[in-house]
Nanobody
Framework: QVQLVESGGGLVQTGGSLRLSCEVS????????MGWYRQALGKQRELVAG???????NYADSVKGRFTISRDNAKNTVFLQITNLKPEDTGVYYC????????????????WGQGTRVTVSS
């Protein structure tokens, strides 16, 4: 069973910073793409940043220049460094990972964490 556990959310003031972490655990797996999504109250979940296994990144236009996604493949962990936080960044942040659990054949599924809440006060 693959599990993703996020941490690092909290309450911060406008202009503040946070670093979110998400660790993947389980038996016999490899991780392909990873990403961070967020969901504001009453809105759909949206992608904010993604990173491939080789480290190529992509960002939503609304977070470019303020969010940085990175990963530590040895620790099966993905990070999201958030700076210059704005009230509109408030929401629950979820990480996801495309995980291959196959031994002989490829078995790829997308897994999600439980979310970590970020609240930005004005």
């Amino acid at each position: 069973q693959v599990q993703l556990v996020e941490s690092g959310g909290g309450l911060v003031q406008t202009g503040g910073s946070l670093r979110l972490s998400c660790e993947v655990s389980g038996r016999r797996f490899s991780i392909n793409d990873m990403g961070w999504y967020r969901q504001a109250l009453g809105k759909q979940r949206e992608l904010v940043a993604g990173i491939t296994k080789s480290g190529r990144t992509n960002y939503a236009d609304s977070v470019k220049g303020r969010f940085t996604i990175s990963r530590d493949n040895a620790k099966n962990t993905v990070f999201l460094q958030i700076t210059n936080l704005k009230p509109e960044d408030t929401g629950v942040y979820y990480c996801n990972a495309e995980v291959d659990t196959g031994i002989v054949a490829t078995i790829v599924k997308t897994y999600w964490g439980q979310g970590t809440r970020v609240t930005v006060s004005s």
